[in-house]
């Protein structure tokens, strides 16, 4: 714990992407104190004060319909972490059991499964998430199932490697000769030591399930209006570039800092938990 | 008379491959009785190893192998048994020992943890109190100090050594009555190799643990085994006790394996002759040594 904590304060980096992500999640943990118009998540309609530049009291500008984008920007982080949560909450342990079931039992199990997974990463996963959403009605719940299904075979291909090389150990062939179940080698022998890669992955991964999320409803096909969501926002306010740029500008930032700060934090972990990349 | 411990007859192993079967071992016959300590002594692909593994049945379990023959454990023939059966055979009744102890141990556990999961195959519902007083004592035999702290500690925090003499602890800890020990502390420094050694043939003969020594070291081998099986490419080439076969080797390959050993007083390193047509001659025992006149 000691030497985590040297290995993170030594490199201001790590500092910084703590620093980022630390500050967004409780911005939007506490969104309905922080944010300077709280009730402006809504469908509210302020034409006083539509399309202001940045000035007091309005720090990043006001929306179309003069509402406070950085109070929509607060909102709108409360969702996409979320989505991050939820997305890699069902795709992670679906892919890891599917990894680990593959990389051990091998044979027909390892060829189906495998070839399944492959099938998967051979579509492109924005293309596989925009059918998806074109299939079913667009909205926050779907969107997190169309992130999933594109995530689980990342995890399913990561867990999968590292359960081949992790069942030529000593102790897995320990463990069969004692007479340990398959399940219990799967899981309690093996899969505690892929964790420290799963838990790298997962940290930088969160970050880009921000960003393809925001991908898809810059593209119309994630959260409906009027939720706050940073990848509508940017797309609303491309139309009106360069004049109003505060439009597009903000969210763009929010969404870089949240993806740049989980970065960071991925990178410090893998020092601290020593993953071979 | 009751059954050996270990009996195994005309076993054979294939494999089948892209080019047919490969054929590994071409029928093998060996047996231990009670309490005895057999060595199988062999090079590398030997056939060594894969003889201890299919005991197991960790062979069986793999695609494409194909065997025959017979292997009964204390009378209960290994082939008929279900792999449920199989498996509740292992760690409690049979236990292996490995070359490289601290790859033996998971990383992510203490061998207080560790050591309570083969406690519990003995003892189903043992508790975390019983099974550390239980593990307490039995780091205790193997002359380690401070069990305590080794109980707390994790595997890569010991030495070798250290790590050996957990696991024979492990290995002995739910009274098996069939040792395997596949080239046991080959990984470890001679030192710590001959100590090591010393404990497991004490605790060995206390436990009245029947065993198979699995080595390439003639020396380790002379010290610790009663009887010695020596294999070559498959094949049992001689077989004998301990001390005729060292002081009278009849087989070509028996001959030239102890030739093969460097001597520690330096006399450059052995020349190994390249004629190997002898050590494809057949079986050799000892006068009353050979499996017809061992088992009735």
């Given at each position: 714990m000691k030497r985590a904590v040297f290995i993170l304060?030594?490199?201001?980096?790590?500092?910084?992407?703590?620093?980022?992500?630390?500050?967004?999640?409780?911005?939007?943990?506490?969104?309905?104190?922080?944010?300077?118009?709280?009730?402006?998540?809504?469908?509210?309609?302020?034409?006083?004060?539509?399309?202001?530049?940045?000035?007091?009291?309005?720090?990043?500008?006001?929306?179309?319909?003069?509402?406070?984008?950085?109070?929509?920007?607060?909102?709108?982080?409360?969702?996409?972490?979320?989505?991050?949560?939820?997305?890699?909450?069902?795709?992670?342990?679906?892919?890891?059991?599917?990894?680990?079931?593959?990389?051990?039992?091998g044979g027909r199990t390892e060829f189906v499964l495998m070839r399944v997974t492959d099938v998967f990463l051979s579509i492109p996963p924005l293309v596989l998430a925009m059918s998806m959403m074109g299939l079913l009605e667009p909205s926050l719940t779907?969107?997190?199932?169309?992130?999933?299904?594109?995530?689980?075979?990342?995890?399913?291909?990561?867990?999968?490697?590292?359960?081949?090389?992790?069942?030529?150990?000593?102790?897995?062939?320990?463990?069969?000769?004692?007479?340990a179940s398959r399940l219990h080698v799967m899981f309690r022998e093996i899969l505690p030591n892929c964790v420290p890669s799963i838990l790298t992955k997962m940290t930088i991964d969160f970050g880009f399930v921000i960003l393809i999320a925001s991908s898809l409803s810059f593209l119309g096909l994630g959260v409906q209006p009027p939720t706050p969501d940073l990848g509508s926002m940017v797309a609303e306010g491309a139309k009106y570039l360069p004049d109003s740029w505060w439009l597009t500008v903000f969210p763009g930032l929010a969404i870089l800092v949240v993806v740049f700060g989980f970065n960071l934090i991925g990178d410090a972990l893998r020092e601290i938990l020593g993953v071979e990349q | 008379m009751t059954a050996p411990t270990l009996a195994i007859d005309d076993l054979r192993l294939g494999f089948r491959g892209w080019a047919?079967?490969?054929?590994?071992?071409?029928?093998?016959?060996?047996?231990?009785?009670k309490g005895e300590r057999v060595a199988l002594v062999?090079?590398?692909?030997?056939?060594?190893?894969?003889?201890?593994?299919?005991?197991?049945g960790l062979v069986q379990e793999l695609r494409g192998a194909r065997y025959s023959g017979r292997m009964a454990f204390e009378g209960r023939d290994l082939g008929a048994l279900s792999r449920r059966e199989r498996e509740a055979l292992r760690g409690d009744r049979i236990s292996m020992i490995f070359q490289d102890p601290t790859s033996s141990l998971n990383p992510v556990y203490t061998i207080g943890t560790l050591f309570h999961e083969v406690l519990l195959r003995g003892t189903p519902g043992i508790g975390t109190a019983e099974a550390r007083e239980r593990a307490v004592a039995a780091l205790a035999d193997v002359a380690i100090a401070d069990p305590g702290r080794v109980l707390s500690s994790y595997a890569f925090q010991l030495s070798g050594g250290m790590n050996q003499r957990v696991l024979i602890a492990m290995a002995l800890a739910n009274n098996p009555a069939l040792l395997l020990a596949d080239e046991p502390g080959t990984a470890l420094d001679v030192t710590v190799q001959a100590q090591t050694l010393t404990l497991m043939q004490q605790l060995v003969a206390r436990h009245g643990t029947s065993m198979l020594f699995i080595s390439h070291n003639l020396g380790v081998v002379r010290e610790f085994a009663d009887r010695?099986?020596?294999?070559?490419?498959?094949?049992?080439?001689?077989?004998?006790?301990?001390?005729?076969?060292?002081?009278?080797?009849?087989?070509?390959?028996?001959?030239?394996?102890?030739?093969?050993?460097?001597?520690?007083?330096?006399?450059?390193?052995?020349?190994?002759?390249e004629e190997q047509t002898g050590f494809y001659a057949p079986l050799v025992a000892h006068p009353g040594h050979s499996e017809a006149e061992l088992r009735p």
């Open positions: 304060l030594r490199n201001p980096l790590s500092v910084l992407g703590l620093a980022l992500v630390g500050l967004v999640v409780l911005a939007a943990v506490f969104a309905d104190y922080v944010a300077p118009f709280p009730d402006h998540k809504g469908a509210v309609v302020d034409f006083l004060n539509f399309n202001k530049a940045p000035e007091w009291p309005y720090l990043f500008g006001t929306d179309l319909v003069g509402r406070d984008i950085l109070s929509r920007i607060l909102f709108a982080y409360r969702i996409s972490l979320t989505l991050g949560v939820v997305v890699l909450a069902l795709a992670v342990p679906v892919g890891v059991t599917v990894g680990l079931i593959a990389g051990y039992i779907n969107g997190m199932m169309a992130v999933t299904v594109m995530w689980w075979p990342w995890y399913a291909r990561l867990v999968y490697n590292l359960t081949r090389s992790e069942r030529e150990e000593g102790y897995v062939l320990a463990a069969e000769v004692i007479g | 047919g079967t490969v054929e590994v071992l071409h029928g093998i016959s060996l047996h231990i009785a062999g090079e590398s692909g030997s056939g060594k190893s894969v003889t201890a593994r299919l005991v197991l010695v099986y020596v294999i070559y490419k498959g094949r049992i080439v001689e077989q004998g006790p301990t001390e005729a076969l060292f002081d009278n080797p009849l087989h070509p390959y028996t001959r030239a394996l102890m030739a093969a050993v460097p001597r520690i007083t330096g006399e450059g390193i052995p020349e190994i002759d």
